[in-house]
């Protein structure tokens, strides 16, 4: 370096000026990811829903086709209850998925019931035993939806729709079964529903 020639360097206000504006792009690329990762966990989420209608469609939809009904046969069953605010429960023999598999000729008897929870929303549960004489324990109890703001279940047999069923006093099993369910997600229902016929209702 030439004698008499200054070594250039930054001065304090030139760092603190650097230091803020670094401090500025990180807060901005924070934001961004921050946002980003909201928006992912938000769509992750609402996805977990629609998986849990789907699923639940699917596997009941699945047991009302294969539901196995005869009169007096008190190991099966086809009842749909309701309280005075909406759907309660249904409970149903199967032959349908696993009572096959398992070799069970008389098949499964499921019970889906709607449980409160605190405030309005409700919790949907699924209840399965073996029609194998006298049960052994309680049956197995699943949980298949919360945050459940409706649900609504009717039946449709000789040109009318009804609010309950219960086979033994209808001496049969309905022709159609609607379901109809409200998801609560942030605030907004997310709907669902579906119409599933029964093939052993010989309507």
Do not use: C, H
Request: aromatic content about 10%.
């Amino acid at each position: 370096m030439p004698m008499g020639e200054k070594q250039q360097g930054f001065t304090l206000v030139e760092v603190v000026i650097a230091v803020a504006i670094a401090a500025f792009l990180m807060t901005i690329v924070y934001s961004v990811f921050s946002s980003t990762t909201q928006a992912r966990t938000r769509a992750e989420e609402s996805s977990s829903r629609f998986q849990q209608a789907r699923v639940f469609f699917q596997r009941l939809s699945r047991e009302l086709r294969g539901s196995n009904w005869s009169a007096g046969d008190e190991t099966t069953a086809f009842t749909v209850t309701r309280e005075a605010d909406g759907f309660k429960e249904i409970i149903l023999t199967t032959l349908a998925g696993a009572a096959l598999r398992s070799g069970q000729a008389d098949g499964t008897t499921v019970r889906y019931v709607l449980e409160k929870d605190n405030g309005d929303l409700r919790t949907l549960y699924r209840l399965i035993s073996n029609n194998q004489g006298s049960a052994v324990g309680e049956p197995e109890k699943y949980t298949i939806i919360s945050d459940i703001a409706e649900l609504g279940m009717r039946v449709f047999n000789n040109g009318a729709w009804f609010e309950t069923w219960n086979a033994e006093d209808e001496k049969r099993l309905p022709k159609l079964v609607e379901i109809t369910l409200k998801i609560r997600y942030e605030g907004r229902d997310l709907a669902f529903s579906t119409t599933v016929d029964i093939p052993m209702s010989g309507g």
